[in-house]
């Protein structure tokens, strides 16, 4: 009797084991599925109509240090339907830290490379968060201001405010129907005192996953040349990482 009793358990955990390893064998397979849909999409849209739209593919990979301090890297393409090639890239590295349930402060560092006159231009940029987050009813309110100090090789340097605000809905939810989002960013000079650029976003949280989230979005994005607000459509994916 003992005998059958210890093969069963053995059995059982022989199973258990086999889950876990399928469980996790599935998640790196839908990591790397998304990963080779982020890096060809570009090619797809550069099949489009020349409409004057954008791509953007943009990674954030989160990595959660402690419950109070996370670091972000973020990353964005940009493909102009204009002249059909990426035109704009960056890569942000920030360091975030909860001072409570509903404040944080982050301190980054981003890198920009912008394709102009068929050469590549270097930025530097020197970022300075405060994010307040609240949860109302059945929504998550994220609220932040960026101060951001911007060096360019080619151009004068520039103090900037950024205001951007994210809005989810339906977080309480625990089905697998998509979440919609809305979202808005508006970037100014301080010197000058003008909105270069205000960006408009609403989409959906297509994937929400423990490792792995994915948003599918558009933004009406107007961008300030010269006092002369230009208006463009961008269609954009969003891969987020958890690790």
């Known amino acids: ?9 053995s059995e059982s955990e022989y199973h258990n084991n086999l889950l876990q390893i399928y469980k996790r064998l599935m998640n790196r397979s839908i990591l790397m599925l998304f990963f080779l849909l982020s890096v060809c999409i570009s ?12 791509f953007w593919n ?40 909860k ?13 920009t490379e912008n394709y102009r006159s068929a050469i590549w231009c270097a930025g530097h940029n020197y970022l300075l968060y405060g994010v307040c987050l ?25 103090v900037g405010l950024d205001n951007i605000t994210n ?7 625990t089905n697998r129907i998509p979440k919609p989002f ?10 000058s005192m003008v909105f270069q650029n205000v960006r408009l976003y609403g989409g959906f949280h297509v ?14 994005l107007y961008v300030n040349s010269a006092n002369i607000w230009r208006n463009f459509s961008v269609y954009g994916l969003n891969t987020k990482i958890n690790i």
């Open 1 to 9: 009797m003992t005998l059958n009793f210890t093969f069963a358990n």
């Open 43 to 54: 090619d797809c849209f550069a099949q489009f109509p020349n409409d004057g739209s954008y």
């Open 58 to 97: 943009v990674t954030n990979v989160n990595y959660t240090i402690n419950d109070k301090t996370s670091l972000l890297l973020n990353m964005k393409e940009q493909f102009s339907n204009q002249i059909n090639r990426i035109d704009f890239f960056h890569a942000e590295l920030t360091a975030f830290r």
């Open 99 to 111: 001072i409570n349930t509903t404040f944080s402060v982050g301190l980054g560092y981003r890198q």
């Open 134 to 158: 609240f949860s109302p009813a059945n929504m998550k309110i994220r609220f932040a201001n960026r101060i951001v100090y911007k060096s360019f090789k080619q151009d004068d340097s520039q």
């Open 167 to 173: 809005i989810d809905f339906f977080v309480r939810s």
């Open 182 to 191: 809305v979202s808005d960013e508006m970037f100014s000079e301080l010197k």
């Open 207 to 220: 994937w929400k996953g423990k490792l792995l989230g994915i948003d599918l979005f558009y933004c009406d």
